[in-house]
């Protein structure tokens, strides 16, 4: 069983004039600071968080039948201890048509997300398009699919994320203050389960559905962090030295890192915030998470914490 998320392929790519070139756009840079994202995904959260937590009930009414027969098995006949097997089996069986029906493939969180999906991936198909036109491209390319260069030129983002955002407004800081760019990366997998479940790449996919909502900070694509990790040859498990030299690169204030272990249904992670200028920890959080399905959550609500503390 997954967590679905709202996701973005851009599949715009239509012919306006025979001469004109090739541009790019960043579908996954457009997707998290386009402001309708921060909606969709808090619905679709409120959404999985109702069936997760009627999930969760179910299971533990299972364990505490588990519980009432261990408990009991001395005093049971036969016969009772196999109805009350057949009870548990009975649960069981409940249980896992549950998650098949709300989590599994087809399943109605993934109705749900394709539902919000539809009207934002339209919108943004069709801003693509305006900007394309206006700017003469006959082809749009996303720099998240593989296209490991492109000239500046040729980069449509910024352009398409404020036609999007036209219809909030311009979006005013105080006088003076400039928004703080900040990367998030992938967490370090501890151990070999971790890295089996890709937690890495995970946690640092769930702390990006919220960064939108973070209107006075600009983060930094995971396309872009993804490729010059890959230019500057580091591994999946990046070093706080190697996360801050990158910090450097993309003149980010502030950096995001963390370590994740797994232990069957147990995460353990540590997230923190850091001060690229001064190459030190600012705050940190370390939580457990015993239910796999609410690490996004938990994730996200520790983000929040640690952004409040260099707002």
Known sequence: MKELSLIFAITVAAAFAADAGTGVVDGERIFSEYQATAAANIELNDFIKTYRDSASIMRQGIEDLKAELSDQKLMLSEEA????????EIQKIIYDRF????????????????ELMAPLLKQINEAVGKIALQEGFSLILDLSENVF???????????????????YGPQILPTGEVKKYVAIFPFR???????????????????????????????????DIKREMFNRHYGVNITESQANAMGVYFQCHYIVVGKVTKQASKIDYTISIRNVEKNQEVAKKVTTVTDEMKLSEFLNNDLRALIGKVQ
């Not at 998650?99 to 394709?114: A, P, R, S």
């Not at 492109?150 to 994320?161: F, P």
Request: charged share 40%; with cysteine; hydrophobic share 30%.
């Open 81 to 88: 201890r196999l109805r009350k097997l057949d009870e548990i």
């Open 99 to 114: 998650l098949e029906e709300y989590f599994g493939d087809g399943g109605k969180v993934e109705q749900k997300n394709d």
């Open 149 to 167: 260069y492109t000239s500046s030129e040729l980069d449509l983002t910024d352009l398409v994320i404020d036609e999007l955002n036209l219809e």
């Open 189 to 223: 997998e501890e151990n070999t389960e971790a890295a089996n479940a890709d937690l890495g790449e995970r946690c640092q996919d769930d702390l990006y559905k919220v960064v939108s909502i973070f209107s006075k900070f600009k983060f930094i694509s995971k396309t």
